[in-house]
C-alpha cells in the first residue's frame, strides 16, 4: 500500500485526484499507475483500470489469476466490474468512497453473490493516510 500511496501523491502532483494502484503477484510488484483522467481526457483512466491494462500487456492475456490489486481508495463500479471480469485474485483498498463505493459504501459489485468469480478483500489498510491525502487534494481546489 505504501507504494500505492507513492503513486496517488505523484497523480496529485500532476493535477490528478490522487488514487494510485499496484498489481502484485507472489509478492512481486508487476505495475503501477495513477489516475490519468485529466491528462489523458479519458473517464476510463482511473488508476485501477491503467494497473489491470499493464499488467495483462505484462502477462500476455485478460485473465489476472493470482494478482492482487492495492488501490488507495476504495474501487468505483467500473474498477471492480473490470476486477470481477480480470479475475484477480484479491482487493486490498485504504479509504472507503461514500459517493461511488463498490464495495458496499454505495454499490456491491466486488462480493457480489451473482458473480461467477470471488474476489478476496481487504479494506482499510493505510485509509487514514490515503483519506487525508484526498482530503488535503480537494480542499486546495476549493
Partial sequence: ???AL???RAAGARGEVPVGAVAVRNGTVLATAGNAMEGRGDATAHAEMLVLRRVARIVGGWRLDGITVYA???????CAGAMVQARIASCVYAAA???KGADGSVYDVLRSP???HRIEVVRGVGADEAAALLQSFFRARR
Fill in 97 to 99: 468512497d461514500p459517493k
Fill in 6 to 8: 507513492q503513486v496517488a
Fill in 1 to 3: 500500500m505504501r507504494r
Fill in 72 to 78: 488507495t481508495l476504495e474501487p468505483c463500479p467500473m
Fill in 114 to 116: 451473482r458473480n461467477n
